[in-house]
């Protein structure tokens, strides 16, 4: 019995469990090769090898699995948007939540307890209304509500009656939710490696052999593949990437801090968020308290925090719930977004023939993270772009049809 | 504390400074750039000249800064042949 456990782990043919494989040698070629392996691009791999039969398939991450902008959201899941290509593509993200742990066997720990974006001025309550009415018209859950309603919703919040940023009520959005963002990278992962997906770590693409309007081969760090169709989800560095195969896109960096605090017992059960002091707090599984904000307010290529950004997010968490002053935070960081110029992201074909983009997703990308894999990977394996996505093409700025999301995005995420 | 230089009022805390975006050549506001004028907006790994204001003072000026490490190189006042700073980077 006392050697029992040895025994087991060292018995002959023992093979040590692990969700993700580790990273094989690099082939010579692929049917799709997707640059990126956070959320989205593991998630195109997961559709594209289960629903399309695409298996042959590398997902190549310059560092490690899923640490980008995957590792540093803060896990907000809505959909209420206000341009209806947007309120309608991010409600089949929603939807996609509701059963993404049965659908991967992996606890994805969804949680879907309503988000409540404060007013504290006349002109966000108007854009509220605009934002409920166009949810309602698309058939989505949001609504506006009076103080009161917010009391009763989050009995916690601070109204400030009479004070400079008094609560005069909300934009409550009963189907929005957290999950958690890390095991949604990995439940797509260890399911698309399942049937046949290289999972590359630590493999950067360094350039690309272009011949006519299509992607040959793409040089990496370890080698040089070729690839039948290739998909670019590469967070942060997508205007980069874009640079690399001759695609100009419409992208800056800012960098988006966040930071949480030690583990409280658990009283917020929504999500709360306020427009006007461009902070949001959600309460994790774990009690802790994550808080978020807007981006810092000038363009960096860092992941570097800033005191400033960081007080700025102390401060409007304060001002909501000035019962946390004495709590302490555990953890900060900052990540790098790709924001486009209406907030919204770039979808679909580039102007080489065999690359596909999914772009663009600056602080607006983990609840798109499902319905932007699932409707790659229909692009990919169709080589047509699906009607959802066709409004999010990066041709939409020749064309001056925007998707303003600033509204709907910039401060509430 | 970032400190900044205003060419006017010299080294003051980064939050008396608001960021007014890149600095582009009035030669880009013709028709056929008008695309690119309006939503690419320079993004180099490396250094920008961009717009800033010293908000106490109102002195608009111009910062050349490094965007990868954030090192404010340096600050100088408007030269004659930039065109006005966009007041919504």
Excluded at chain 1, 359 to 373: C, L, S
Aim: proline fraction near 5%; charged fraction near 20%; include cysteine.
């Amino acid at each position: 019995m006392p050697m029992e456990l040895l025994k087991y782990g060292l018995r002959r043919g023992h093979r040590p469990y692990g969700d993700i494989p580790a990273t094989p040698d690099l082939r010579k070629r692929y049917d799709v090769v997707i640059i990126g392996g956070g959320g989205h691009g593991l998630a195109a791999a997961y559709y594209l090898s289960h629903y399309h039969g695409i298996s042959d398939i590398a997902v190549l991450e310059k560092g490690y699995l899923a640490g980008g902008n995957t590792a540093r959201n803060t896990t907000t899941i809505r959909s209420n948007y206000l341009t209806l290509p947007s309120i309608e593509f991010y409600r089949e993200g929603l939807s996609l939540f509701e059963n993404m742990s049965q659908e991967l066997g992996f606890n994805v720990m969804f949680s879907q307890r309503g988000q409540l974006t404060l007013a504290h001025s006349d002109a966000a309550m108007r854009s509220f209304r605009l934002r409920a009415e166009m949810g309602k018209h698309a058939g989505i859950r949001a609504e506006v509500v009076d103080a009161r309603t917010v009391q009763t919703l989050c009995p916690h919040v601070n109204m400030d009656f009479g004070g400079q940023h008094e609560v005069l009520g909300g934009l409550w959005h009963a189907d929005g939710g957290t999950a958690r963002h890390d095991a949604v990278a990995w439940g797509y992962a260890k399911r698309a490696a399942e049937k046949g997906v290289e999972i590359h770590q630590r493999t950067e693409v360094t350039g690309f052999g272009i011949t006519g309007s299509r992607v040959t081969e793409l040089h990496t760090n370890r080698g040089t593949i070729v690839a039948g169709q290739v998909l670019q989800a590469a967070g942060g560095m997508n205007g980069r990437i874009g640079e690399m195969a001759g695609i100009r896109l419409p992208i800056r960096n800012f960098p988006l801090q966040a930071m949480v605090t030690q583990p409280l017992k658990p009283f917020m059960d929504i999500l709360l968020s306020s427009s006007n002091l461009h902070t949001y707090l959600v309460q994790s599984s774990r009690g802790e308290i994550v808080i978020g904000g807007g981006t810092d307010p000038y363009q960096l290529i860092s992941t570097r925090s800033s005191l400033p950004q960081k007080e700025a997010l102390a401060t409007g968490a304060l001002q909501l719930m000035p019962f946390l002053h004495n709590v302490k935070i555990l953890r900060q960081w900052a990540g790098i977004t790709d924001i486009t110029p209406d907030f919204s992201p770039i979808m679909g074909a580039s102007p080489l023939q065999n690359y596909w983009l999914d772009a663009g997703w600056g602080t607006w990308g983990f609840k798109a993270t499902a319905v932007a894999g699932k409707r790659m990977a229909e692009t990919i394996a169709t080589g047509r772009v699906p009607d959802l996505l066709t409004p999010f093409a990066l041709a939409r700025f020749e064309r001056f049809e925007l998707l303003n999301e600033m509204g709907a995005t910039a401060a509430g995420h | 504390m970032k400190i900044m230089t205003c060419p006017v009022n010299g080294p003051r805390n980064i939050s008396e400074f608001q960021w007014l975006g890149p600095v582009h050549d009035a030669s880009e506001a013709t028709d056929e750039n008008l695309i690119t004028r309006l939503f690419h907006a320079p993004n180099p790994m490396g250094v920008l000249r961009e717009w800033w204001r010293h908000t106490p003072s109102s002195t608009v000026f111009i910062a050349e800064r490094n965007l990868i490490t954030d090192e404010i190189l340096r600050t100088y006042l408007q030269r004659p042949d930039a065109d006005k700073p966009q007041m919504n980077p």
